[in-house]
């Protein structure tokens, strides 16, 4: 018998995207609520009991309500809002995090699913800190950009129905955003990195980037220093890919685009002895979001961790 997989919040931009990632699976069966239920609580109820696992597409408030209708205890929960991310007893559903990550979502019955900036910074950072390149306390700055997709269907209607003109925006301006936490945490930083996210006018796709100023560093790094311990972090990975610095090397720019439809996480390494331009580029509908869901809930079977998923 098939597992049986249910969405909760399947009409929104991320369950879609999982949903069309899932729809030809022969190894799993996907249950759905009919729409003139999808606010009846009892029948969402009933289908997250039914459900081997459920897969949260919710606003963080309605994540928490979904969380608390659980009454089976085999029902496996990956939460892809922000409710959980940083909360006890929730497994990070990063797993290329370090070799123990996919054992640890495996055995999990709470995974949270990575923001899709996160994502991206902590697959940059958490490797240098980790081997003492980055010091913990650190003042590390993370600049980044977006296609609209990421900011869900208010935001897509916004730029799509022309109710905007911005060809580039940069917002959270008070420094209040719900990413830095999740950054803070799995990182191993003692402060929150200074983040300064942005919005342009295509659909999805995101660059992440950490400038980092090698030579005030204590330990006086180089940039091949650099690559060579995110190599070693990601060695043997099949999503995350840490790019030859020749070819970084030969590139004029770097297409935010680039990696949409996919679930792929490529790393560069720009810049010089001096400064080096860290730069993670992802799809922030598939690594930074649905394929991550789709690649936990994978892990979380025990099934192929690639089954639905393009690298």
């Not at 081997?52 to 892809?80: G, H, K, M, Y």
């Not at 559903?93 to 910074?121: H, M």
């Not at 730069?279 to 936990?296: E, P, T, Y």
């Amino acid at each position: 018998m098939n597992p049986k997989v249910f969405i909760d919040g399947e009409a929104g931009t991320t369950g879609l995207q999982i949903a069309e990632r899932l729809k030809d699976r022969t190894d799993l069966d996907l249950i759905s609520i009919h729409p003139d239920k999808r606010k009846d609580v009892d029948e969402r109820a009933r289908l997250i009991n039914k459900a081997d696992v459920v897969i949260l597409c919710l606003p963080d408030e309605a994540a928490r309500l979904a969380v608390s209708l659980v009454t089976n205890p085999n029902t496996v929960i990956i939460d892809a809002s922000t409710a959980h991310r940083v909360s006890p007893g929730w497994v990070y559903g990063f797993a290329e995090l370090d070799k123990g990550q996919r054992a640890a979502i495996a055995a999990a019955k709470r995974i949270s699913n990575p923001g899709c900036y996160p994502t991206g910074f902590i697959a940059l950072v958490r490797p240098l800190v980790t081997a003492g390149i980055i010091p913990h306390d650190w003042p590390v700055t993370v600049n980044a950009v977006s296609g609209y997709s990421g900011g869900g269907k208010p935001m897509i209607a916004e730029f799509e129905e022309r109710q905007t003109q911005d060809n580039f925006r940069i917002y959270a301006l008070g420094q209040q955003h719900k990413h830095p936490p999740e950054m803070k945490k799995f990182t191993g930083l003692s402060h929150l990195p200074m983040f300064t996210p942005a919005v342009g006018r295509y659909a999805q796709g995101m660059i992440v980037e950490v400038p980092l100023p090698l030579w005030a560093l204590p330990s006086r790094p180089k940039r091949k220093d650099i690559h060579k311990a995110l190599s070693a972090a990601y060695a043997g990975e099949a999503f995350v890919k840490v790019v030859p610095l020749a070819e970084g090397d030969a590139l004029k720019g770097l297409d935010a685009e680039g990696c949409n439809d996919t679930n792929r996480l490529e790393i560069y390494v720009f810049g010089t002895d001096e400064q080096a331009r860290l730069v993670a580029r992802l799809d922030n509908l598939g690594k930074g979001a649905s394929g991550a869901a789709v690649q936990n809930l994978n892990i979380a079977l025990g099934l192929d961790e690639g089954a639905g998923l393009v690298a």
